[in-house]
């Protein structure tokens, strides 16, 4: 059974930075794209950033250039790298097996002075 766990989630001030990693049990995680998606209150899920298995991103025009994914396919772990919080970026964010697939429980980022 593939299970997906987040961690890394946490209250940072504005212009702070947080790095969440997600691991994922199972072997079908190196032939699978990953991805972070998150969730504000009232709002629509959206996708933050993908990676593919062979290592080719995408980033949501909001985060470009502040957030970073990456993975690595020998821990079976992916990463996201938060840099120059806003206000706005508070929300769960929530790590998925290829787009949407599986997702994992979530966890909270709160940018907040």
């Known amino acids: 059974q593939v299970q997906l766990v987040e961690s890394g989630g946490g209250l940072v001030q504005p212009g702070g930075s947080l790095r969440l990693s997600c691991a994922v049990s199972g072997s079908i995680y190196s032939i699978y794209a990953m991805s972070w998606y998150r969730q504000a209150p009232g709002k629509q899920r959206e996708l933050v950033a993908g990676i593919t298995s062979s290592g080719d991103t995408n980033y949501a025009d909001s985060v470009k250039g502040r957030f970073s994914i990456s993975r690595d396919n020998a821990k079976n772990t992916v990463d996201l790298q938060m840099n120059s919080l806003k206000p706005e970026d508070t929300a769960v964010y929530y790590c998925?097996?290829?787009?949407?697939?599986?997702w994992g429980q979530g966890t909270q980022v709160t940018v907040s002075s």
């Open positions: 998925t097996l290829g787009y949407g697939v599986l």
